[in-house]
Nanobody
């Protein structure tokens, strides 16, 4: 099993920046991909970005050029640097870790609110 703890959410004005962190523990050696989803009120959970164990990344079109995902394997932590934030980025952000054995594990979620 993999346990995930997120931090870094909060309230920011449009155009501002936030950095989310997600620390993994447990069966970390089995983790393949880590990333972030987000869910706004009344909407489905959507993929924001992910990074593989080899360092390959992928982003939703809506965040390309503004968000950067990175991974510190020594600290078992994944980061999401969010710049040029927009009100439509407001959502609960969930960290996930994928292993071939257990599928996706999820963090508890962290609220990001961007005011206009």
């Amino acid at each position: 099993q993999v346990q995930l703890v997120e931090s870094g959410g909060g309230l920011v004005q449009a155009g501002g920046s936030l950095r989310l962190s997600c620390a993994a523990s447990g069966s970390i050696f089995t983790i393949n991909t880590m990333g972030w989803y987000r869910q706004a009120p009344g909407k489905k959970r959507d993929l924001v970005a992910y990074i593989t164990s080899g360092g390959s990344t992928n982003y939703a079109d809506s965040v390309k050029g503004r968000f950067t995902i990175s991974r510190d394997n020594a600290k078992n932590t994944v980061y999401l640097q969010m710049n040029s934030l927009k009100p439509e980025d407001t959502a609960v952000y969930y960290c996930y870790a994928f292993t071939r054995v257990t599928g996706n594990s999820w963090g508890q979620g962290t609220q990001v609110t961007v005011s206009s």
